[in-house]
């Protein structure tokens, strides 16, 4: 049987990276909880998906023969997967290279024109990116550092945290490590 293994972190953090690249190291499925969690718009990311249709929809491809790498925070509506985890691999970045690199996101996927001020889509860049900054000192009212603590304290089996500024390739192999071993 195939590893199964769920990567969690605040966004821009590098889960979503490391996952795709785990994924391919591993020869196995790849899926993001924001393709269950959000549906489909233009733009991205603009109405949440019913619960019982993400779990159902994750559930599916979850329960497949085989091992795959799961992104994303499932808190809060998805600890009925938590005993599918070989390891939990937990990332956090210095606040400061995390929102630049949302910044970067943003420009790269919306355009520079589209979130600067008076473009269509800048007061959705600021709220998104607001948000995203209260992460490390956030509470229990946003998917926070707290949060993914307070989560990652229940769980019975393997958590790896790996944080600071490490490159894609040191974090796959101290991913790779730990699955080895």
């Not at 809060?76 to 939990?88: A, E, K, S, T």
């Not at 307070?150 to 101290?174: F, H, I, Y």
Request: glycine share 12%.
């Amino acid at each position: 049987m195939g590893r199964r293994v769920h990567i969690l972190g605040a966004s821009g953090s590098g889960t979503t990276t490391l996952a795709a690249a785990l994924a391919g190291r591993l020869g196995c499925p790849y899926y993001d909880v924001d393709s269950y969690f959000w549906l489909p718009s233009d733009p991205l990311f603009q109405h949440f998906r019913d619960r019982e249709a993400r779990r159902a929809m994750l559930s599916a491809d979850l329960e497949k023969p085989g091992g795959w790498v799961l992104s994303g925070s499932l808190c809060g509506w998805g600890d009925l997967y938590v005993p599918l985890f070989d390891l939990v691999v937990f990332l956090w970045i210095p606040p400061d290279l995390r929102m630049a690199r949302l910044a970067a996101r943003e420009v790269a996927r919306y355009g520079a024109e589209t979130i600067a001020p008076g473009g269509v889509m800048h007061a959705g860049s600021v709220a998104f990116l607001t948000w995203a900054a209260g992460y490390d000192e956030g509470g229990l009212e946003i998917r926070s550092l707290r949060i993914h603590n307070e989560w990652l304290a229940t769980l019975s089996g393997p958590v790896l945290r790996l944080e600071g500024d490490a490159s894609v390739e040191a974090n796959l192999a101290a991913v790779l490590r730990v699955l080895s071993g």
